[in-house]
Nanobody
Framework: QVQLVESGGGLVQPGGSLRLSCAAS????????IGWYREAPGQEREGVIC????????YYADSVKGRFTISRDNAKNTVYLQMNSLKPEDTAKYFC??????????????WGQGTQVTVSS
């Protein structure tokens, strides 16, 4: 069955880095679109970034450009989110999601349970 599991979250100081992982099972994500979303307390869930089936990057949030990078490792069936120069406003629970319909980062069919990222001194 299709499943996504996030990992790599934690507590970091401003300016620090984290790498989040989204491990997929039940399908091959090599040509799938995988997106990252985040949700802070009292706020709506917002899109962060997505990698499409052709490996192009789509940015949902301008605030992460130049700091966040998305990539995939087909051998491990895993997508990564490298987060650098972290700011307190990046604090949120981060979710990955898979678009298995058209692989263009349009609509997501499956979601993981999320991993918490906290940026604080």
């Amino acid at each position: 069955q299709v499943q996504l599991v996030e990992s790599g979250g934690g507590l970091v100081q401003p300016g620090g880095s984290l790498r989040l992982s989204c491990a997929a099972s039940g399908f091959n994500l090599e040509h799938s679109a995988i997106g990252w979303y985040r949700e802070a307390p009292g706020q709506e869930r917002e899109g962060v970034i997505c990698i499409s089936g052709d490996n192009s990057t789509k940015y949902y949030a301008d605030s992460v450009k130049g700091r966040f990078t998305i990539s995939r490792d087909n051998a491990k069936n895993t997508v990564y989110l490298q987060m650098n120069s972290l700011k307190p406003e990046d604090t949120a629970k981060y979710f990955c999601a898979a678009d298995l319909m058209d692989n263009r980062c349009y609509e997501y069919d499956y979601w993981g349970q999320g991993t918490q990222v906290t940026v604080s001194s």
